[in-house]
Each structure stands twice: as structure tokens, then as C-alpha cells.
């Protein structure tokens, strides 16, 4: 029954789009292209070429005036100065050198809500959810205040509670398993004992040339979300297959991962009258990674020039991308590449991948990640995730009044923003969920979550 919900959201937004009788046909057809292209393609039900709630397949107003977002002036860009923060994040960095987002990368509750909003047409709902995690996770709840890269002494600026998670890791470097992840887009893995591939807040630019070869192959050259889908595929078959220490928790490795690849293609596609719904080309998306190409054609990139290129038209204001959005697209990536929404990771070498028991881990709310191609489930399972992971990890806090302080807004601050991932009021009372350290135990790959420092040679 719960897997039938999103196959009827599937054959209503394919219906609505071109008229597609079932997914039995899209299922039939994709088998027909593969042997055409001699290539496998992974997916049993095909990533929707529009992913998300259904309304966005149909969209179709463009308005040049609201959509052109500003480069000049006061977001006329400059490179990060001395000092200054840049991460992992290619939308937050751009953000910050436009001056969307503070220009020294420290985020605040304030410059999250309408910078992201004004820069992409990202929706409150998912703005107050990303901001509100990462800051209890990566930063000062307190304040509100994190870093958008590795480690800043900025975060922790409240006098007598200052560093109230002992050392705030920002989103990458030691920030690892808390909202960042292995298999992004882009960036490393952490852990991988590959000196050359281990950065998680450096793009890598031999994943970067995967993606524009597989956009070359699936789509004339465009990024698009179906491209993205796949990409996320290939990058965790990489790490299964390269790093000994590969892991994927529930909120980092299943849910934002996926998530940073939907950004990719819908926040950082450019929108016109002729496309409505966004196209983004290997151009455009250079400007937003920071890349260039040097005379022979090779990727190359520098770190933290991310740029919002001139000309470009962002999301229409009621087409914004909402937290529910960011569900439904993971879902039906779940739908498509059930590995992806595998919670687990190698056991210490390579192709060693085991799944962690999703009875166990989640208390009989699932019994197969496959019931995470259900949105309203998969929002319940982050859910109790999250509810378990977050107050567990503030234990870190060791000043007792801080740490009396920072559990008194569990209540007030994070329950309120969490609430949008019961996307349908259903999840009701959830069984209580478990920590990263808790079901992690026999992961090398998971032993990170509750270390802050350490001396690093690359980031
Ligand atoms: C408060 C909001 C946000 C937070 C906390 C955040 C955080 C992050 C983090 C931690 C990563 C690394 C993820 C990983 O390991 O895979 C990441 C990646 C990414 N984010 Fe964001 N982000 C935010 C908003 C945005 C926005 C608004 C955009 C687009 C406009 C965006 C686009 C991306 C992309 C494309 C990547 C992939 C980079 C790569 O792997 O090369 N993000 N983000
Ligand atoms: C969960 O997945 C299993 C295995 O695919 C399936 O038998 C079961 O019906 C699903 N349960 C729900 C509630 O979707
Ligand atoms: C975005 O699309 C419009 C319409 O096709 C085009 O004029 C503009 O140059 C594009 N912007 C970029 C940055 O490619
Ligand atoms: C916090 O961690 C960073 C990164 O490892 C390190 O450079 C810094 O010295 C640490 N700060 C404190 C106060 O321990």
C-alpha cells in the first residue's frame, strides 16, 4: 500500500507531463535505450525528469524582472579575503561572495532565511529546516552562527558559553557524518585512506569530469536531474568500490546527500521563458563549482570562487523548492537506485558494503529501505533520526550550563523546525531512533561523528 502512494505520484506527475500511460511502458522504454547506448542503466522505476511534488512538471511562467538575480552592486563578486570562510558547499559559497550570505562565510539564522531565498528561491520551510540542523550539529546553537567551511573561531562568540560544542567543526573537515557525507557530488571522502580523493571541503575535479561525461552521454550535455540521479549512484559505487572506509548515515549519508544533488540541478539551473523549469548547462554550472577549463581542455578548479554567473534567472517565487520538495526528490531517488537509501557502509576494505538492519535501527518503523521510496515514511524515518541524533550528540556539550541552556531549545528551536519532514501528519508518536555511534559501531567509517579536531594536512 505505501509503495503504491508514490506509484500513483509517479504515474500522475509522468501523466501530467507527456502523457505517459504507466511506468510499465517508462520501464519498457528505458530498457529499449539502454540496448541502444549498450549500457546499464540502474534504475527500475526511471528518476522522473522532474522530480519533486508534481506542480513543478507543470510549471510554466517565467518573469524576467523577479527571476535575473543581481551581480552587481552590493552582490557584484569578490574572492574571499584573508580570513574568510569557504566550503563544500557550492551554493553557499557563491551565496557568500555575492554577498547573499555574509562575505566571511559565517551563517546566521537571519542571512539563511532571505539570502537563500533571494540568491535561489529556496523555501522558508526548507531554509529554517537546514539552518536550524546545522547549527545544533556544525555550529553555535546559541548564537545561531556557523561556519560554511572547516572550523572557524568565529562560530563561537557568546562570551562565557563561546564554544559550547567544545569545538565547532563548521559543515566539513571534522564536520564529517553531521551533515556532510561520502559520494557527494564533488567532494571526497573523508576517510578515504587515498590521500589524493580524502578533501571533503575541496571539489575533486575527476568527479566533476564524471558528471559532464555522463551528462554527455544521457542528456547532449545537460545537467539535469536525471543526470544528477545517476551521478549520485555512480559516486557511492565509487566509494563501495575505493574507499575501505565508506559510510552512510541516516541524515548526512542518505538524506542530505541526495539533497545537495537535487540543489545542483534546482538551484543552480538558469530559467527562461522557452524553460520554465530550468535547464543548466556544464557553463553555467562552472561558475557556480568554481571551475575553469585551461587550454588542453582539463578540468581546473579553485577553491572558493564559486560565482553566480551574470545573467542568470533563478527560480520563479511560486516555484520555489520547499522541504517537502527535498523528501519527495530523495524518495523517489529510493524509488529508483534502492542502494542509495542503504544505511551502512564498508567493514574496513573495499566492496565490503553491509547494511545496517532498518527493523533494528529504526524500531520497526520500516523493515526495508525500500519503504523509503514512500516520502511521507521517508520523512518519519529523518525524522526520528534526527530526534534521537541531535540531543544525543549535545551531550558533547561539558559545561553543564550551556548544556542546560542548549536542551531547552530542543523544544522551543529544533521540534518546530523538524516538523515539516511529517510531510503529511502521519508519523505520529515514532518509536525512539538511534545514534550514529549506536548503530555505527562496526563501521570504521562511522567513528568520526564525535571527533572535533585533529591535525589535518588537507581539507
Ligand atoms: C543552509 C543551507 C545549506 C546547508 C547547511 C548546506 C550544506 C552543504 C553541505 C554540508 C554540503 C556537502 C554535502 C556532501 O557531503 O555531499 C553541501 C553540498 C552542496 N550544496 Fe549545500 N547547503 C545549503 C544550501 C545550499 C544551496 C542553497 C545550494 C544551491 C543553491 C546548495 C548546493 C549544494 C551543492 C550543489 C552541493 C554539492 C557540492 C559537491 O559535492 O561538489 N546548498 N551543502
Ligand atoms: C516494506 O518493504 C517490504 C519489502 O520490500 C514490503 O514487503 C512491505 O510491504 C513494505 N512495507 C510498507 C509498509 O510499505
Ligand atoms: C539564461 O538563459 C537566458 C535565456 O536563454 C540567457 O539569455 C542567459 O544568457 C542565460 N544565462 C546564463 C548565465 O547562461
Ligand atoms: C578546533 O579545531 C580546529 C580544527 O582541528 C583546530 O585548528 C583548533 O585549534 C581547535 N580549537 C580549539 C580551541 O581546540
Given at each position: 500500500m505505501m509503495k503504491s502512494i508514490i506509484a500513483t505520484s509517479l504515474i500522475a506527475e509522468v501523466a501530467l507531463v507527456a502523457?505517459?500511460?504507466d511506468i510499465a511502458r517508462k520501464v519498457a522504454e528505458q530498457r529499449a535505450l539502454e540496448q541502444r547506448q549498450g549500457?546499464?542503466?540502474?534504475?527500475?522505476?526511471?528518476?522522473?525528469e522532474f522530480p519533486g511534488t508534481p506542480n513543478h512538471a507543470v510549471f510554466n511562467t517565467f518573469d524576467p524582472k523577479s527571476q535575473l538575480v543581481s551581480t552587481s552592486g552590493d552582490h557584484a563578486w569578490q574572492a574571499p579575503g584573508p580570513g574568510d570562510i569557504r566550503g563544500p558547499c557550492a551554493g553557499l559559497n557563491a551565496a557568500a561572495n555575492h554577498g547573499y550570505l555574509p562575505r566571511d562565510g559565517i551563517a546566521t539564522a537571519q542571512s539563511v532565511n532571505t539570502g537563500l531565498w533571494e540568491a535561489y528561491g529556496l523555501d522558508k520551510t526548507a531554509t529554517l529546516f537546514l539552518q536550524t540542523a546545522t547549527m545544533f550539529f556544525d555550529g553555535d546553537p546559541i548564537s545561531g552562527r556557523w561556519s560554511?567551511?572547516?572550523?572557524?573561531?568565529?562560530?563561537?562568540?557568546?562570551?562565557?558559553?563561546?564554544d559550547v560544542l567544545g569545538n565547532q567543526t563548521g559543515i566539513c573537515a571534522y564536520g564529517h557524518l553531521k551533515t556532510e557525507a561520502d559520494a557527494s557530488i564533488t567532494r571526497g571522502d573523508?576517510?578515504?585512506?587515498?590521500p589524493e580523493f580524502n578533501g571533503n571541503c575541496a571539489s575533486h575535479p575527476k568527479f566533476m569530469q564524471e558528471l559532464f561525461d555522463l551528462a554527455d552521454k544521457r542528456a547532449n550535455g545537460f545537467i539535469t536531474p536525471q543526470v544528477m540521479a545517476e551521478h549520485s549512484y555512480n559516486r557511492k559505487q565509487y566509494s563501495i568500490q575505493n574507499n575501505p572506509n565508506y559510510f552512510a548515515p541516516?541524515?548526512?549519508?542518505?538524506a542530505f546527500t541526495f539533497g545537495a544533488h537535487m540543489f545542483a540541478f534546482e538551484l543552480l539551473g538558469n530559467h527562461s521563458a522557452e524553460e520554465p523549469r530550468g535547464f543548466l548547462t556544464k557553463e553555467v554550472f562552472m561558475d557556480f563549482f568554481s571551475y575553469k577549463k585551461d587550454a588542453a581542455g582539463n578540468l581546473k578548479y579553485t577553491y572558493g570562487h564559486e560565482r553566480i554567473p551574470d545573467n542568470w534567472y533563478k527560480r520563479h517565487a511560486l516555484d520555489a523548492w520547499t522541504l517537502t520538495d527535498i523528501v519527495v526528490s530523495t524518495a523517489q531517488q529510493c524509488a529508483s537506485y534502492?542502494?542509495?537509501?542503504q544505511v551502512g557502509g564498508n567493514?574496513?576494505?573495499?566492496?565490503?558494503f553491509s547494511g545496517v538492519d532498518p527493523g533494528d535501527l529504526t524500531g520497526g518503523l520500516?523493515?526495508?529501505?525500500?519503504?523509503?521510496?514512500?516520502p511521507d515514511k521517508l520523512g518519519c524515518f529523518i525524522l526520528q533520526n534526527l530526534q534521537a541524533e541531535i540531543p544525543s550528540f549535545l551531550?558533547?556539550?561539558?559545561?553543564p550550563a550551556s548544556l542546560s541552556l542548549v536542551n531547552g531549545l530542543?523544544?522551543?528551536v529544533l521540534m518546530p523546525a523538524l516538523k515539516g519532514l511529517d510531510i503529511s501528519g502521519t508519523?505520529?508518536?515514532?518509536p525512539p531512533g538511534r545514534t550514529t555511534p549506536g548503530y555505527g559501531?562496526?563501521?570504521?567509517?562511522?567513528?568520526?561523528?564525535?571527533?572535533?579536531e585533529g591535525p589535518r594536512a588537507a581539507y
Open positions: 502523457g505517459f500511460p549500457g546499464f542503466l540502474p534504475s527500475l522505476v526511471p528518476f522522473p560554511i567551511g572547516p572550523h572557524s573561531d568565529k562560530t563561537a562568540s557568546l562570551g562565557p558559553l563561546s573523508w576517510l578515504d585512506p587515498n541516516v541524515y548526512a549519508g542518505v534502492p542502494s542509495n537509501c567493514t574496513g576494505t573495499v566492496n565490503s520500516i523493515n526495508s529501505f525500500e519503504n523509503l521510496s514512500n551531550s558533547n556539550v561539558l559545561d530542543i523544544p522551543t508519523c505520529g508518536n515514532l559501531g562496526v563501521y570504521p567509517g562511522a567513528k568520526d561523528m564525535n571527533v572535533f
